[in-house]
């Protein structure tokens, strides 16, 4: 681990920890969860600065990347509470939310009803602004593939939203 | 309101970015960062690049002294020790391709990949002229190597310098894991699917 990658990777954690942060938020039930993946995903990156990449669009690539796997690993173990998120856990535990709009509850429920394969690919690009490619990339999908689930996934959604959604 | 806005609008309630939020992420950042600094051999990982799976290490010799085994790579240290070392890799990933050893590999990749790229790291491990390692060159470049990695940590942080037969061994099997990775490059294969493992032992 070279100063200069450490440098890199402080940068990189300050520009994406709070896109991270969101990323856990979306996809647990607890905010505190968020807070203890969030702290899980940064200890793996300090553990793996060799592997960083260079370019800072590579460089988010390669957190969310290991975000993804926490995530999964957090979906198949009981949850591991962390000494390392104390302090980021009581914050969330009582910081305010960003608004949750009157229709987004309905439009949720459509996403969250679709099938696996197509669900993570509309978060990442909606919820979270990743591009199609970039979606692909973090789901292991070929991005024609990816293009191909999107387009269907927005067809059942356009379905499931007939009555919201203006023609 | 057309489908983008709508599922842009949908995305569940989030954390208010605040400056009180972004003191705790990066204090969450730092913290994160000290308790990952390598304590012991690790970093000496870290600059060969291999996860070392199985280290005897030196002084390691069973009771009944060294019985050669299939594998195991004889050498003599300058110092006219009798050592030997076995560099093997195992899988980056599982059958359905989650990573189990190493770290997150960016992309998809099938099996089949998987296992040529296991394959062909033994095959080059298996045929790899292991005498033909320049120790002496390879000794300079582990100590620059550590002595970069050592100026970077704090004076009370910094590991003890490797020495002797130790030394040389990681010296020589840095060597090793840098022709192994440009070997796999050379034939368009992903080195990060297999990760290094060494161990060794001398009397």
Redesign the interface.
Known sequence: ???ES?AM??IA??ET??DL??YF??RVRS?EDA?DL??ET??Q???????LPETAERQR??LF??A??VL?NHARSVRRRTA??D??RD??ST???????A???A??DA?LRLHDAQREL?MLI??DGFTIVEAA?LL???PSTARGRYAAA?QA??QA?AE???P | MDLNELLTRSAPPVTTRTPNLDRELRDLAAAAEQAARPRRRRLRVGIVGAVVVGVLGVGAASATGLVPAPGWVPWTSSSGKSCRMQLDVVPALDKHGNVINGEPLPGHFTQAEQQEALDEARAFLASYDYASIDRPAAIRAWKAAEAKVRASEPPGERQPILRGADMEQMAMSRVVWRDLKAHLTAHGINWRLVVSGESWRCE
């Open positions: 681990m070279t100063p450490r990777l402080r954690l300050r920890s709070t942060l969101a938020e979306r905010r807070a969030l702290g940064m200890l990156a300090w553990r793996r600065t060799d592997a690539m390669w990347t290991i993804a796997h999964a390392l998120a302090r980021l914050h969330l910081a305010p939310t960003s608004p949750d709009p229709e987004a509850s439009v949720r996403v509309v909606h919820w990339e292991g999908l070929n927005r959604l356009r939203l919201t959604v203006s």
